[in-house]
């Protein structure tokens, strides 16, 4: 349901201090947070806003793909456009 959603900085501010206001079982009951991760997700939502900041941007696209699949996506797309 994330991917490709476009996310703001001014957003995940907001969000970072809704996160802040919520104990660990409030956490639990937000939608699409997978149990486990309530401990690390304010965390998650700092690095977000600082990374943002510190490259410059105000929004960024969601995807819900990992580290190695983006490897291996861009991998592809060099060799697409060597042919």
């Known amino acids: 349901k994330i991917?490709?959603?476009?996310?703001?900085?001014?957003?995940?501010?907001g969000l970072?201090?809704?996160l802040l206001s919520l104990t660990?079982?409030?956490?639990l009951f937000l939608p699409g947070l997978e149990e486990g991760r309530e401990?690390?997700?304010v965390a998650g939502a700092l690095l977000t806003i600082k990374s943002m900041?510190?490259?410059?941007y105000q929004r960024m696209?969601?995807?819900?793909?990992?580290i190695l699949?983006?490897?291996l996506l861009k991998g592809l797309k060099r060799e697409v456009q060597r042919i």
């Open 16 to 18: 970072y201090a809704r």
């Open 61 to 66: 696209t969601v995807s819900d793909g990992g």
């Open 53 to 56: 900041e510190a490259f410059g």
């Open 24 to 27: 660990a079982e409030e956490k």
């Open 69 to 71: 699949e983006g490897i």
């Open 3 to 13: 991917n490709g959603y476009i996310l703001t900085l001014d957003a995940t501010r």
């Open 39 to 41: 401990d690390v997700i």
